[in-house]
């Protein structure tokens, strides 16, 4: 079954509203997630890391006041578009690290398809 | 800037043939990469994966092969299916020391036919 949870699976909102995604670990504990972003027929796009208890870290171009993220607890991450707008729209999908006993395995959210109209 | 990037945009395989999937990475310094199958309007599942140590892990049904001195990863899939059908993606970690974030290829669609 699923390690870890996203929701929405999909959203339609209107152009100027905020949308939250939620991204939760569900039987294990993450103090790092990762939010990507996919464009139609490519690949993902680390977006930023999102950090428990501190700051989010954005990779290079991505807004920070467009894409605000809060890592409230061990287990939930959030994503919350702000000011959405048509160009926002796209799948995002995001990842939690857990460790097993041989290695570090990164773990997919099924993705929140956002459309902005 | 560095990325992974991959040769074939789309592969068409007939069912029961194997198939091979390429991927170029450029950064050196990465020390783990895996791969993923990516369905349409699914997150990325987990294939396998392989360490810089290595240069060969296999799973079942699936091989991935590591060539450090050329910096090429290969994923393999033997009999193919039609439930292989999916876009794969190479992945690396380029940073020494430990879990960190993962840079993605451009991505592969594997088309198996009957």
């Known amino acids: 079954g699923a390690v870890v949870s996203q929701h929405p699976s999909w959203v339609i909102c209107k152009s100027g509203t905020s949308v939250k995604i939620e991204c939760r670990s569900l039987?294990?504990?993450?103090?790092?997630m990762f939010w990507y972003r996919q464009f139609p027929k490519k690949s993902l796009m680390l977006m930023a890391t999102s950090n428990e208890g501190s700051k989010a870290t954005y990779e290079q171009g991505v807004e920070k006041d467009k894409f605000l993220i809060n890592h409230a607890s061990l287990t939930l991450s959030t994503l919350t578009v702000t000011s959405a707008h048509p160009e926002d729209s796209s799948f995002y999908i995001c990842?939690?690290?857990?460790?097993?006993?041989?290695?570090?395995?990164?773990?997919f959210g099924q993705g929140t398809r956002l459309t902005v109209v | 800037g560095e990325s992974v990037g991959l040769h074939l945009p789309t592969l068409s395989v007939q069912e029961g043939d194997n198939s091979i999937i390429n991927c170029a990475y450029s950064?050196?310094?990465?020390?783990?990469f895996i791969w993923y199958k990516q369905e349409s309007g699914k997150g990325p599942q987990f294939i396998i994966d392989?360490?810089?140590?290595?240069d060969k892990r296999q799973g079942q049904r699936v091989t991935v092969l590591l060539n450090k001195t050329v910096k090429h990863l290969s994923l393999q899939i033997a009999a193919t299916q039609p439930g292989d059908s999916a876009v794969y993606f190479c992945a690396e970690n380029p940073f020494s020391g430990g879990y960190n974030k993962l840079i993605f290829g451009a991505g592969t669609r594997l088309a198996v036919h009957p």
């Open positions: 392989i360490r810089s140590n290595m």
């Open positions: 039987d294990f504990q993450a103090t790092t």
């Open positions: 950064n050196s310094a990465s020390d783990y």
């Open positions: 990842s939690a690290p857990r460790q097993g006993a041989m290695n570090t395995e990164a773990f």
